[in-house]
Protein backbone atom coordinates (compact mmCIF):
# COMPACT_ATOMS: atom_id res chain seq x y z
CA UNK A 1 0.00 0.00 0.00
CA UNK A 2 1.27 3.28 -0.83
CA UNK A 3 2.06 5.58 1.96
CA UNK A 4 1.94 9.21 2.52
CA UNK A 5 3.61 11.69 5.30
CA UNK A 6 1.46 14.43 6.36
CA UNK A 7 3.42 16.29 8.57
CA UNK A 8 2.12 20.53 9.55
CA UNK A 9 2.89 23.12 11.70
CA UNK A 10 0.15 25.40 13.31
CA UNK A 11 -0.31 27.43 16.68
CA UNK A 12 -3.79 27.94 16.64
CA UNK A 13 -5.31 24.93 15.05
CA UNK A 14 -6.62 26.12 12.01
CA UNK A 15 -3.94 24.31 9.79
CA UNK A 16 -4.23 21.25 11.99
CA UNK A 17 -7.92 21.18 11.22
CA UNK A 18 -6.69 21.11 7.29
CA UNK A 19 -4.35 18.50 7.85
CA UNK A 20 -7.14 16.08 9.52
CA UNK A 21 -9.41 16.62 7.06
CA UNK A 22 -6.27 16.27 4.24
CA UNK A 23 -5.38 12.84 5.62
CA UNK A 24 -8.78 11.79 5.36
CA UNK A 25 -9.41 12.63 1.68
CA UNK A 26 -6.38 10.30 1.18
CA UNK A 27 -7.42 7.69 3.51
CA UNK A 28 -10.89 7.54 1.70
CA UNK A 29 -9.03 6.52 -1.16
CA UNK A 30 -7.08 3.24 0.41
CA UNK A 31 -3.87 4.84 1.26
CA UNK A 32 -1.80 4.85 4.06
CA UNK A 33 -1.51 7.86 5.63
CA UNK A 34 0.99 9.45 8.92
CA UNK A 35 0.09 12.49 10.03
CA UNK A 36 2.21 14.67 12.53
CA UNK A 37 2.85 17.49 13.87
CA UNK A 38 5.99 18.66 13.48
CA UNK A 39 7.07 19.04 16.83
CA UNK A 40 7.19 15.39 16.94
CA UNK A 41 8.59 14.17 13.45
CA UNK A 42 11.56 12.65 12.67
CA UNK A 43 13.23 13.10 9.22
CA UNK A 44 13.35 9.00 8.89
CA UNK A 45 9.65 8.79 8.53
CA UNK A 46 9.75 10.72 4.75
CA UNK A 47 12.07 7.79 3.84
CA UNK A 48 10.61 5.42 1.33
CA UNK A 49 7.34 7.38 1.17
CA UNK A 50 5.51 7.59 -1.71
CA UNK A 51 4.27 11.03 -1.08
CA UNK A 52 4.99 14.09 0.80
CA UNK A 53 2.58 16.82 2.45
CA UNK A 54 3.70 20.06 4.44
CA UNK A 55 1.52 22.08 5.86
CA UNK A 56 2.08 25.44 7.82
CA UNK A 57 0.34 28.61 9.27
CA UNK A 58 1.43 32.01 7.81
CA UNK A 59 2.92 34.12 10.32
CA UNK A 60 5.28 37.03 8.64
CA UNK A 61 4.44 36.16 5.76
CA UNK A 62 6.91 33.02 6.56
CA UNK A 63 6.79 29.55 6.74
CA UNK A 64 6.74 28.34 10.47
CA UNK A 65 10.11 28.08 11.93
CA UNK A 66 10.25 24.58 13.17
CA UNK A 67 8.50 23.30 9.59
CA UNK A 68 11.12 25.26 8.29
CA UNK A 69 14.24 23.50 9.95
CA UNK A 70 12.30 20.09 9.09
CA UNK A 71 12.33 21.28 5.15
CA UNK A 72 16.17 21.90 5.34
CA UNK A 73 16.86 18.65 7.18
CA UNK A 74 14.25 16.78 3.87
CA UNK A 75 17.20 17.29 2.03
CA UNK A 76 19.26 14.82 2.62
CA UNK A 77 16.44 12.36 2.01
CA UNK A 78 15.69 11.12 -1.72
CA UNK A 79 12.46 12.48 -2.48
CA UNK A 80 12.71 12.65 -6.67
CA UNK A 81 10.13 11.95 -8.33
CA UNK A 82 8.09 11.69 -5.55
CA UNK A 83 4.33 13.40 -5.22
CA UNK A 84 4.78 16.23 -2.96
CA UNK A 85 1.74 19.13 -2.09
CA UNK A 86 1.79 21.69 0.12
CA UNK A 87 -1.35 23.76 2.30
CA UNK A 88 -1.75 25.83 4.47
CA UNK A 89 -4.02 28.41 6.41
CA UNK A 90 -3.69 32.39 6.19
CA UNK A 91 -4.81 35.74 7.06
CA UNK A 92 -4.10 38.31 4.59
CA UNK A 93 -1.26 36.94 2.10
CA UNK A 94 -1.48 33.81 0.14
CA UNK A 95 2.74 33.64 -0.08
CA UNK A 96 3.24 30.20 2.41
CA UNK A 97 1.80 27.62 0.17
CA UNK A 98 3.93 28.67 -2.78
CA UNK A 99 7.50 29.09 -0.85
CA UNK A 100 6.65 25.04 0.69
CA UNK A 101 5.45 24.32 -2.82
CA UNK A 102 9.16 25.50 -4.20
CA UNK A 103 10.79 23.78 -1.94
CA UNK A 104 9.86 20.55 -2.81
CA UNK A 105 10.21 21.31 -6.00
CA UNK A 106 14.22 21.74 -5.38
CA UNK A 107 13.95 18.46 -4.29
CA UNK A 108 12.88 17.31 -7.63
CA UNK A 109 9.42 16.19 -6.07
CA UNK A 110 6.12 16.27 -8.75
CA UNK A 111 4.72 18.62 -6.72
CA UNK A 112 1.02 19.26 -7.39
CA UNK A 113 -0.55 22.70 -6.79
CA UNK A 114 -1.15 23.87 -3.16
CA UNK A 115 -3.90 24.16 -1.19
CA UNK A 116 -4.80 27.78 0.77
CA UNK A 117 -7.52 28.25 3.37
CA UNK A 118 -8.45 32.20 4.77
CA UNK A 119 -8.18 31.47 8.86
CA UNK A 120 -10.49 28.91 10.34
CA UNK A 121 -11.53 25.89 7.97
CA UNK A 122 -15.57 26.14 7.76
CA UNK A 123 -17.33 23.38 6.51
CA UNK A 124 -16.74 24.10 2.66
CA UNK A 125 -12.78 24.62 3.19
CA UNK A 126 -12.92 20.84 5.13
CA UNK A 127 -14.49 19.94 2.33
CA UNK A 128 -11.93 21.40 0.01
CA UNK A 129 -8.96 19.68 1.84
CA UNK A 130 -10.60 16.25 1.73
CA UNK A 131 -11.01 16.36 -2.10
CA UNK A 132 -7.27 17.85 -2.13
CA UNK A 133 -6.28 14.46 -0.06
CA UNK A 134 -8.35 12.32 -2.68
CA UNK A 135 -6.33 14.16 -5.25
CA UNK A 136 -2.66 13.53 -3.86
CA UNK A 137 -4.21 9.96 -3.20
CA UNK A 138 -4.97 10.00 -7.09
CA UNK A 139 -1.85 10.90 -8.22
CA UNK A 140 0.10 8.70 -6.55
CA UNK A 141 -1.83 6.05 -7.71
CA UNK A 142 -1.25 7.63 -11.15
CA UNK A 143 -5.14 7.97 -11.89
C1 LIG B 1 1.58 37.10 15.04
C2 LIG B 1 0.81 36.71 13.79
C3 LIG B 1 1.36 36.93 12.55
C4 LIG B 1 0.66 36.60 11.38
N1 LIG B 1 1.22 36.85 10.16
C5 LIG B 1 0.50 36.60 9.04
C6 LIG B 1 1.02 36.94 7.76
O1 LIG B 1 2.14 37.44 7.61
N2 LIG B 1 0.24 36.69 6.67
C7 LIG B 1 -1.00 36.12 6.78
O2 LIG B 1 -1.64 35.88 5.78
N3 LIG B 1 -1.51 35.78 7.99
C8 LIG B 1 -0.80 36.00 9.11
N4 LIG B 1 -1.32 35.66 10.34
C9 LIG B 1 -2.64 34.99 10.40
C10 LIG B 1 -2.48 33.45 10.51
O3 LIG B 1 -1.72 32.94 9.43
C11 LIG B 1 -3.85 32.77 10.47
O4 LIG B 1 -4.56 33.13 11.64
C12 LIG B 1 -3.78 31.28 10.32
O5 LIG B 1 -5.10 30.76 10.23
C13 LIG B 1 -3.04 30.63 11.46
O6 LIG B 1 -2.89 29.26 11.19
P1 LIG B 1 -2.66 28.19 12.36
O7 LIG B 1 -3.91 28.20 13.25
O8 LIG B 1 -2.52 26.88 11.66
O9 LIG B 1 -1.43 28.60 13.11
C14 LIG B 1 -0.62 35.99 11.49
C15 LIG B 1 -1.16 35.75 12.77
C16 LIG B 1 -0.46 36.12 13.92
C17 LIG B 1 -1.08 35.85 15.27
Wanted: charged share 30%; glycine share 10%.
Amino acid sequence: MAKVAIIYDSATHNTEMMAKAIAEGIKSEGLSVKLTHVHEARIEEIKGIDGLVLGSGTYHHEIMPTLEVFIDQAKDVNLRGKVGAAFCSYGWSPEVVDLISNRLKGYGMDTMEGLLIHEKPDEAGLEKCREFGKNIAKKIKGE
